[in-house]
């Protein structure tokens, strides 16, 4: 079964199984979920995703409040989220898994609001036409020693990649991957 649903993490997602039971699945459950009717799931979810496993026969229903895409039978999207470079770079976690920035300046990345525990989240750090940019972090933000706050590219133009992820019990983001150089 394949087919897609408009829906965001912040949405609730109230999926009813048109055989019994009706099953809810909320956002806080599955924030990042692919939805399968194949037990043998001949696809790879990505790294963001759970998985979720329906009968053969299901049928995906959805109540949703935002827009996104939730698709049975494929991985859970939501929309790309667009930042604004300035001093400080505000980030509303609730509104996405996925983000975007053009440096204008030496900014700093603000602790994001409204996290989910296990929230996984990705920057997309550009450096505009000037270059040299940098970027600090806000004091949620954890590295560590095998992998320390990096250094971004600083050719005009290029993109970095950096991944993180929120643990509650320690109110943390720790930093977890870190791409760079795509131009």
Known sequence: ????????PAAVLQAVLRQNPTVPYTSSQYRH?????????PFLPSMMDEVV????????DANVATAGTVAA???STAAVGALTSGTTISVDASLGNTFTVTLTGSD???????PADGQR????????????????????????????????STTP??????GFVYSAAAAKWR????VSGFS
Do not use: H, K
């Open 1 to 8: 079964m394949a087919g897609s649903v408009p829906g965001s």
């Open 53 to 60: 496993f329906l009968p053969q026969n299901a049928y995906l």
């Open 33 to 41: 979920a692919t939805f399968t009717t194949d037990p043998n799931m």
């Open 121 to 152: 989240v990705i920057f997309a750090v550009t450096q505009d036409s000037s270059g040299s940019r940098t970027l600090s972090y806000d004091t949620a933000y954890e590295f560590s020693s095998a992998l320390p706050a990096p250094t971004l």
């Open 175 to 178: 930093f977890l991957a870190f």
């Open 108 to 114: 700093m990345l603000a602790n994001p609001v409204n």
């Open 73 to 75: 039978g494929g991985a």
């Open 157 to 162: 133009g290029v993109t970095d990649y950096l």
